[in-house]
């Protein structure tokens, strides 16, 4: 069965330092991953998404992630953070629910909380 | 710039009550999706479409009816709404691909007493 797990409910930083959110996968199939976050009050908005090739992928607003297939690992990352950055990160795995049809799988999320 | 549209905002419901959530998409995207936010689960699919007159099960559809009578519009029905029902509902569009990014719309609140 597939599942998302982002194992930190709640993460704080301060302005200035590296963020690193955690997202770990299980799935039998080549993955596909996503970011998702939700700003205070808003909707969620797409951050990057990892298909094939690079493991590095690039985002919006200087995110990145980094998909290591050895931990089944797609952890979020960006430097400097910046207090705009606090929100709740979604880490989601796409899965082929047949017929080439495809369904996301989110993680329970990880409420960023960057003090100024 | 894809536009999902969700109404109402905000909902307050009786026990055993109807409730009907509605969403439209101008973005001429083949996919829609409701989604259920709650603390400590994430986001939690409820139903899908894959186009007007499709509807399709999700994760946890106990409870719920969708409806797709057009490309743009996909309602989520709670026909006896109960308390366990209370959650923020998020409706979703896409086009179909796979790896597609999806388009949320700004979810409806339901408050159901």
């Known amino acids: 069965a597939q599942s998302v797990d982002q194992p930190d409910a709640h993460v704080t930083l301060s302005e200035g330092a590296s963020l690193e959110l955690r997202c770990s996968y299980s799935?039998?199939?080549?993955?596909?991953l996503f970011w998702y976050v939700q700003y205070p009050g808003q909707s969620l908005q797409f951050l990057l998404k990892y298909i094939t090739g690079d493991t590095v992928v690039k985002g919006t607003k200087g995110f990145e992630a980094e998909f290591r297939k050895s931990n089944s690992s797609f952890n979020l990352k960006k430097s400097p953070a910046h207090w705009s950055d606090s929100a709740k990160y979604f880490c989601a795995l796409e899965r082929d629910s047949g017929g080439s049809n495809y369904k996301l799988t989110f993680g329970k999320g990880t409420l960023l909380t960057v003090t100024p | 710039e894809a536009a999902v549209t969700q109404s109402p905002r905000n909902k307050v419901a009786v026990t055993g009550g109807k409730v009907t959530l509605s969403c439209n998409q101008t973005n001429n995207h083949n996919n829609m999706y409701w989604y259920r936010q709650d603390t400590g689960h994430g986001l939690r699919l409820i139903h899908y479409?894959?186009?007007?007159?499709?509807?399709e099960k999700g994760d946890i559809p106990d409870g719920y009816k969708a409806s797709r009578p057009s490309q743009e519009n996909f309602s989520l029905i709670l026909e006896l709404a109960t308390p366990s029902q209370t959650s923020v509902y998020f409706c979703?569009?896409?086009?179909?691909?796979?790896?597609?990014?999806?388009?949320f719309g700004s979810g409806t609140r339901l408050t159901v007493l």
């Open positions: 799935y039998s199939a080549a993955p596909y």
């Open positions: 979703a569009s896409g086009q179909g691909r796979f790896a597609e990014t999806l388009y």
């Open positions: 479409s894959y186009g007007a007159g499709s509807t």
